[in-house]
């Protein structure tokens, strides 16, 4: 298992451009998570999904969207990029074991994405 | 809004026991969780606690959960360098189970030899 992979690695975007950043998990997750991490800020959620077709916004979703075709794939785009949104990107997924069970995520590498 | 707050930095040596804290805001959090970044990757889950547990031990990790004050403490035994990274504390978000997590700021532990 590949578990969860991103792409790109890196990527310098202008003010203005748009991007999708791409994220593919191989472990038959329903849940898939978006999280941006700023220096000394800890993780945000910008936007999470519970299951193909469903997806539902987290703490920080402006400046983002999310699509959820397939169980593996979570892309997140963004739309007019804003140096606001300079930061690295991580996509999480996790299994359902239900509300009385704890819930382990598993992370990407990251994206590191600058907007200048 | 609820809110997880750690200290920002923790520097031990080598063989000596390090103790990063947390506090927490939400009482209804059903699990809470340790992670470990390392430099460059992403996280991973080191250890949790379900909440009507005071305390947990696992090999050299021990968490301890004080559900009156809201403070999560991790403990890690005996040190080592290959300990250094940085440490995130995460509450549930309310007694749902969507796995959506809060996390606190992260405690950077530098091990020295």
């Known amino acids: 298992n590949a578990g969860v992979t991103q792409t790109p690695k890196f990527r310098i975007l202008k003010i203005g451009q748009s991007m999708t950043l791409q994220c593919t998990q191989d472990m038959n997750h329903n849940y898939m998570y978006w999280y941006r991490q700023d220096p000394g800020m800890g993780l945000k959620l910008i936007y999470y999904s519970v299951g193909a077709g469903i997806t539902d916004k987290g703490e920080v979703p402006n400046g983002y969207n999310v699509s959820r075709s397939t169980t593996e794939d979570f892309p997140l785009r963004l739309e007019l990029a804003a140096p606001s949104q300079t930061s690295v990107y991580f996509c999480?997924?996790?299994?359902?074991?239900?509300?009385?069970?704890?819930?382990?995520?598993?992370f990407g590498p990251g994206t590191r994405l600058t907007v200048l | 809004g609820e809110d997880v707050e750690q200290s920002l930095f923790l520097s031990v040596r080598e063989g000596d026991s390090s103790v990063i804290n947390c506090t927490y805001t939400d009482s209804s959090s059903t699990y809470l969780y340790w992670y470990k970044q390392e430099p460059g990757a992403g996280l991973q889950l080191l250890t949790y606690?379900?909440?009507?547990?005071d305390m947990k031990q696992d090999q050299r990790l021990t968490v301890l959960l004080n559900k009156k004050d809201k403070h999560l403490s991790l403990r890690i035994a005996d040190t080592q360098t290959g300990d250094s990274a940085i440490y995130f504390c995460a509450e549930t978000l309310g007694s749902s189970n969507t796995g959506k997590l809060i996390f606190g700021q992260g405690t950077t532990l530098q091990v020295k030899p």
């Open positions: 999480a997924s996790s299994y359902d074991r239900g509300r009385s069970s704890y819930n382990e995520q598993f």
């Open positions: 606690i379900f909440s009507n547990m």
